[in-house]
């Protein structure tokens, strides 16, 4: 079964950026569409951005255009490229196997992302 590590999230002013990075064991990942998550207190989780085993990548309204998914099948490594961070931003960011919008797989502790002034 394949595990997530992820890592990279911290604190960053607004419009500043972070790149985050989710290291996968256990089996190879890539095969799978993977998939970028993101987790603010007191909601649901909500997929961010999504990439293909092709790398063809999708996103959500609210991070287009400001963040960038990719992967690095050689390091079984799942990378989230994130600029002009917004107050709206903060969570914990989590990736995972992605199907349909849903994570399949097991989830990782995760990596908090905090943005303040």
């Known amino acids: 079964q394949v595990q997530f590590v992820e890592s990279g999230g911290g604190l960053v002013q607004p419009g500043g950026s972070l790149r985050l990075s989710c290291a996968a064991s256990g089996s190879s990942s890539s095969i799978y569409a993977m998939g970028w998550y993101r987790q603010a207190p007191g909601k649901r989780r909500e997929l961010v951005a999504h990439?293909?085993?092709?790398?063809?990548?999708t996103y959500a309204d609210s991070v287009k255009g400001r963040f960038t998914i990719s992967r690095e099948n050689a390091k079984n490594t799942v990378y989230l490229q994130m600029n002009s961070l917004r107050p709206a931003d903060p969570a914990v960011y989590y990736c995972?196997?992605?199907?349909w919008g849903t994570g399949v797989g097991s989830w990782g502790q995760g990596t908090q992302v905090t943005v303040s002034s």
């Open positions: 995972n196997i992605d199907r």
């Open positions: 990439i293909t085993s092709g790398g063809w990548s």
